[in-house]
């Protein structure tokens, strides 16, 4: 059974532009969360969809990010315009519907530079 | 918990001694906390996780300890390999909240043959 996949692994963009990150959960799994590690501090939510619905978007830094999960299956965490504190590492994570007790499974991450 | 900026907490043991992370938490209604172990490249990996009306919860060579008094879950690994170097994190999560973690500032473990 395949991980959770995430792509690309690293993104060198200059300020100002944008990027798109997606994220293949695995299959069946209805939570999907993304993550992010900012210049090796600690690793903070962002959001958690269940299904295509946003379930919790708290962590979400400003209206620069915006995250999508159409249909249910993969997910897309797009920053426009990028800053240069947007660096840094974002995971995606899935589980299946056991609700906050079941395990959750990380993709290797997407590394963002913004220069 | 609060960030103490850029340099992680490291720890460094020899091959097959024990090694003990430690992790404050921040919030005393947080009722359910994870580790997880990220090696260079990779994602975090679920290890072991603990639920509050535990204090200690055992493994394969890992073992969990959570003290809900002081806010305080340490994370010990027997007979440390060279293939347990990675960064470990604690993660938290509290009942009748979101199901969101919190995660603490990771602490670096190298192990020396």
């Known amino acids: 059974e395949a991980g959770v996949t995430q792509f690309p692994s690293h993104s060198v963009i200059e300020k100002g532009q944008t990027v798109t990150l997606r994220c293949d959960p695995i299959?069946?799994?209805?939570?999907l969360y993304w993550y992010r590690r900012v210049m090796g501090k600690e690793i903070k939510f962002l959001l958690h969809?269940?299904?295509?619905?946003?379930?919790?978007e708290s962590g979400m830094p400003n209206n620069r990010f915006l995250a999508e999960r159409t249909g249910g299956t993969y997910s897309t965490l797009k920053v426009q315009p990028a800053e240069l504190e947007d660096s840094g590492v974002y995971f995606c994570?899935?589980?299946?519907?056991?609700?906050?007790?079941?395990?959750?499974?990380f993709g290797e991450g997407s590394r963002l530079t913004v220069l | 918990g609060e960030n103490v900026g850029l340099h992680l907490p490291t720890l460094s043991v020899q091959e097959g001694d024990n090694s003990i992370i430690n992790c404050a938490y921040s919030?005393?209604?947080?009722?359910?906390f994870i580790w997880y172990k990220q090696e260079s490249g990779k994602g975090p990996q679920f290890i072991i996780d603990?639920?509050?009306?535990?204090d200690k919860r055992q493994g394969q060579r890992v073992t969990v300890l959570l003290n809900k008094t002081v806010k305080h879950l340490s994370l010990q690994i027997a007979a440390t390999q060279p293939g347990d170097s990675a960064v470990y994190f604690c993660?938290?999560?509290?009942?009748?909240?979101?199901?969101?973690?919190?995660f603490g500032k990771g602490t670096k473990l190298t192990v020396n043959p």
């Open positions: 994570a899935s589980s299946h519907g056991e609700g906050r007790f079941g395990e959750l499974f």
């Open positions: 299959s069946g799994h209805d939570n």
């Open positions: 969809f269940v299904k295509e619905s946003k379930q919790d």
């Open positions: 919030n005393s209604a947080s009722d359910y």
């Open positions: 603990i639920r509050s009306n535990m």
């Open positions: 993660a938290e999560n509290t009942k009748g909240g979101s199901e969101k973690l919190v």
